[in-house]
């Protein structure tokens, strides 16, 4: 389908002036930020002279006139104007102005009055629902145009975004005429070669650990052979206790996305922010996105990694292929990636704000919001890590935030089996050995703390299997330890172990190539930057090869650095030759064992308020002796910092004590008494921005006997989100709370802990009244089964109607949530002979097939 919906202005304008009052009946536009839109609107206050009759004929006459040229299929025009009459009626509710609205424009506006109407399309098929969005926003568009027009103080005010709706107004006009234009011989041809090559260049991601110990294993392995779906939820504090509290779904990361022409998508380091965004731009490049995103088929994909271009800022559209050094970049034709903006053609994926040192955050903001303004109708993905940017960093442009979940039991159990499979097909002998490692692997994780609390992202779990098989299953405890062997892993045993012995002249052991990488790691932290270019990684090797005896007499500095690029398998060579490490988390760890080692203590706290350095003084923490640790962690304690910054640097202190080997008394204490009081948030964001500083918050957090159910929910918050043995003996005592509010959050914490200890000591005790019991795969399914079922279920997982039919009460369940698509017909529900209710959440399709006697709610 077209990814427009255009009438042309000689045939919209009649109808959409309707939706106005004249001119000389409207009041004067003399308030600051513009007149309130439900004083303009014909449709609202006493004896309006459009009466909503009238609205719903509107509405039929704009589905009618536009239906023919996409095919809408008769019988689903009457309902797609009834839902267009219900959103455009909506207009003379909210409090929106005129200013307000043509600030937002079409897009944006569009979305705000379909999300003042959730699940409203639910009735519609999924192409009638396709088609009803893109008529709004065209209509939305037309009536934006009619108000600068009969305003100039619009114009005046903001004659950027009056331009920008003019040109607009001309696009869809030359397009509602002649259709939309195709792209020149010369654009489509090179549309092609961009394809193909955006599908070669990121079809491929690296499995850490996975080419040990076949020296004919590649370095990298295909997308399409072990892309695995992680889970993500909507950032939605506004959680109804009305709705059981039980607030947005956990979903398929990509199929999250559906619906959704702008997110902000929040992840820790390794969680898969990168790979999810290879997925979207080689799916949209071979046209093979899957139905949850038919709106993006027919885009273009525009990948910028922002390390690419974070010294010179964010690129306009004739830089973007050279600013991120695509090698087609001097081919595309003048004016092309403007051509497929202004078309609204683009798949905008911005990845790694948090590249970008935090002083220029702003700016970079400024320049995104600037492109989003001009090129509104492009779909738009920004990735960062949680804590790089604030809540609600860019909600002014519409973007909706996104957090990727730590990865499910199932999850974990996928990629492990996916990554022995892919080892044992390598290899290709000893399969059963491999078998064994996975198994014992499989067994061990529920059973070890240290590797559940690990073992919640790709990058992690892909260490964990590589070391568990290279150690025989032996595991080291804790991140530290996993990073220590790791790097004995890669930069001692690879070589031997994979008989690659004399692929080269140059013959460093570990502690050469480790200090040169380290060297290679903390130019970078100083220079603030991701990556080096060839010159400056040469000139480095160089300046410290006098320093490092062993590597007397093994070549050149180009000869040591092809070296450490071809057999430590930790640096990443570009196609302009710029280098960087395969990951930013093994550049943090080798930059903060150099920074110890130089004695960069200054260094490290005059930064240590920037979130781009919190893993780094993490890690030098953990790399420290107890004189120096102490040094570190008091100076995070100085005074001297106001506010935020202040806050932020003691709060990190406290999440560097899971790292340390061995302090002094005196300072452990000085950290807990300077951060006890910072722990009582008092907004949710705070509640769950505590999280990420670890155990050690359980310590600090105050007598939960002692709270209002308001600041107890906060608490739980904070503490669901911790993923230590000890936050569910904190959060046991509070089960008994009577707050829905409160037992929600208890319930959805269900998916972070121990299935079986969390449900003998938290579920089984939560009062059922009013509440939905979420379960997300099979073995909280299980436990909820054992504990008698529940009457209210929120099914927040993968699961197959069997599955459901085995695992819930029947006797039990009066009422059932969808909040996963779980892509069958609901007759299945049947046999549950109490079931009244089926909820489904707005996000998913809607459900086909449901029983008689089941109410269907939103």
Known sequence: MDPAVRLASTVADPHVSQLLLPVEATPDQAQS????????????????????????????????????????????????????????????????????????????????????????????????????????????????HHLIRRSPVLSDRMPERAHRIRQLIDLNDVEAVRGRPEPSAVDAEFETRYARSIAEQYNRVTIYGIDLPNPNTPDNWSLDATYLSLSAEFDNPDRSEEDGGSGEPVLPADRALGGHERVLLRGVAGSGKTTLVQWLAVSAARDVLPPELASLRGRIPLVLPVRRFAREGFPSPEDFLRAVRHPLADEAPDGWVARVLTEERGLLLVDGIDEVPESERAA???????????????????????????????????????????MSRDQVAAFITAWHTAAADDEGKDHQRLADYRDQL?????????LRGLATN??????????????????????????????????????????????????????????????????????????????????EIARQLPAIPSTSGQGQPEDIFNHLLLRTGLLREQSDHSVEFVHRTVQDYLAAKESVEQGAFDMLLDHAHETEWEEVIRMAVAHSRPAECARLLGGLLAPGRKGMQRNRRRLLAAACLEHVTEL????????????????????????????????IVLEMLPDPGTVPDRE????????????????????????????????????????NFDTDRYAEEIIAHLDPEGLYFPVSDRFELAALRKLGGRARVQIVGPFTPDELLEGLAHEQLTH??????????????AAFPHLMTLRVNPRLPRVSGVPDGIRILS
Request: net charge positive; aromatic share 6%.
């Open 816 to 829: 059932l949530w969808l909040a996963y698509d779980l892509g069958v017909p609901m007759g299945w529900l």
């Open 664 to 695: 002094d008394p005196e300072t452990h204490a000085r950290i807990r008494r300077e951060t006890r009081n910072m722990v009582r948030p008092t907004t949710l964001e705070g509640a769950r921005s505590l999280g990420w500083v670890g155990p």
């Open 442 to 450: 499989l067994s061990s994780i529920p059973l070890y703390r240290e």
């Open 364 to 406: 970079l903001r400024h320049q995104l919001r600037r492109l989003m303004r001009i090129y509104s109708g492009n779909f738009c993905l920004v990735t960062a890590r949680p804590s790089a940017v604030e809540a609600n960093w860019l909600a002014d442009e519409g973007f909706d935030e996104l957090a990727l979940a730590p």
């Open 33 to 144: 930020e513009g007149e309130l839109l439900a004083r303009l609107v014909s449709f609202r206050g006493e004896n309006p002279p459009l009466s909503y009759e009238s609205l719903l004929s509107l509405a039929r006459e704009l589905v009618g006139l536009a239906a023919p040229a996409h095919r809408l299929p008769h019988l689903d025009e009457g309902p797609v104007a009834a839902i267009l009459a219900r959103t455009l009626w909506i207009i003379g509710e909210l409090d929106t102005t005129d200013e307000q609205a043509v600030r937002l424009g079409p897009q944006d506006f569009a979305r705000k009055l379909r999300s003042a109407l959730p699940g409203a399309d639910r009735e519609l098929s999924t192409d009638a629902a396709w088609f009803h969005d893109r008529l709004l926003v065209t209509v939305c568009l037309h009536l934006l």
């Open 712 to 751: 107890a929910h906060r608490l739980a918050v904070t503490t669901t989100r911790i993923n230590d043995d000890a936050a569910i003996h904190y959060l046991a005592q509070l089960r008994n709370r009577a707050s829905l509010e409160l037992r929600a959050e208890l319930a959805r914490g269900w998916r």
């Open 458 to 539: 790709p990058l992690m779990c892909g260490l964990i299997c590589a070391l568990n098989r290279d150690r025989s299953g032996s595991l080291p405890q804790g991140r530290k330890e996993l990073y220590e062997a790791a790097m004995e892993m890669l930069l001692q045993r690879r070589d031997p172990e994979r008989r690659v012995l004399y692929a080269d002249a140059v013959k460093l052991r570990r502690g050469a190539r480790e200090r040169l990488l380290r060297k290679l790691a903390y130019r970078m932290l100083v220079a603030r930057r991701a990556e080096l270019t060839m010159a400056e990684a040469l000139e």
